[in-house]
């Protein structure tokens, strides 16, 4: 019951299931904040997709394409004449501009024991409940530069740039394609704010109200420091006069005469 539970759970946060279009879908605000960023698109891993497509006592394993809306149709195919899934690298295809690129590999996410989203709010469990329930395209910053890295390449994303995935489910048996979804909605990675039209707090401001801001708050500052300057040499000129006046009354008193004392 608990397990039911949690699947439904994950449909109501728009997690596919066997009744929504089988396509990927970009991970829920509730799990993943500031998505897309400007390299990167967190997408949900295909729970319950590609369940009927699964053989008892088999392995498969799910492989993710990417590539740029703007590459031709003709070139979105991501297996071969016999049906085996393409290896094209993100160098191979200009980062994913000339058709798909074979962006990672896992294992198929389990729909009967899917990560219980209670877990979520445990500091000490998050990061492993999302690893997998998400999947984050662009992920990895190094590999591109790293001659001794040999598996998938997951290479940051081009800003401003509108891309596509799709799932296919590969038995790793034979190598051969056993299912795939469509390719996903578009989505469109951030692009670059220039620094005139950076949304500050509080409220709007451009870049020239800043500037002034600025120059206003360093006028202020130095006011300030010169009345507290001012206020600091006439505390010390009055406590230089008060100890002159000391010291001139000390010199001036006029000593007592002693008492004489006769001798009998």
């Known amino acids: 019951m608990r397990g039911n539970w949690v699947v ?15 396509k990927p879908q970009i991970a829920v605000p509730q799990l ?12 949900e891993k295909p729970f319950c997709m590609f369940d009927s497509s699964l053989s008892p006592n088999k392995s498969y394993a799910v492989y993710l394409y990417a590539m740029m809306e703007s590459a031709s149709t003709i070139s979105s195919l991501v297996t071969d004449n016999s049906n085996k899934p393409l290896d094209s ?13 074979k962006a990672a590999l896992f294992n198929v996410p389990n729909c009967a024991s899917p ?13 492993d409940v999302l690893k997998q329930y998400l999947f984050r395209v662009g992920g990895d910053g190094t590999c591109l530069y790293d001659p001794n890295f040999l598996d998938v390449c997951n290479p940051p994303l081009t800003p401003d740039t509108t891309y596509r995935f799709k799932y296919i489910l590969v ?4 190598g051969i394609m056993k299912d795939q979804t469509l390719w996903s909605d578009p989505i469109k990675t951030r692009r670059v704010k220039l620094p005139l039209k950076i ?3 509080p409220g709007r401001r451009s870049g ?6 600025s120059i206003l ?22 406590e230089d006069s008060s100890a002159e006046t000391r010291h001139m009354s000390q010199t001036t008193l006029p000593s007592e005469p002693r008492p004489q004392v006769s001798s009998e």
Do not use: E, H
């Open 115 to 127: 990560p219980d989203l209670a877990d979520a709010g445990d500091i000490k469990k998050v990061s």
């Open 199 to 201: 949304d500050t707090w």
């Open 208 to 213: 020239g109200m800043i500037v002034v801001t």
């Open 32 to 43: 993943a904040t500031n998505n897309p960023t400007l390299t990167t698109v967190a997408l």
């Open 8 to 22: 439904l759970a994950f449909c109501s946060l728009g997690q596919l299931c066997a009744d929504q279009s089988l």
């Open 89 to 101: 690298t993100f160098q191979q295809t200009s980062g994913g501009r000339l058709g798909p690129y």
């Open 171 to 174: 038995d790793n048996t034979d």
């Open 217 to 238: 708050s360093v006028f202020m500052f130095l006011l300030l420091a010169g009345f507290l300057a001012s206020v600091s040499s006439a505390v010390k000129g009055l």
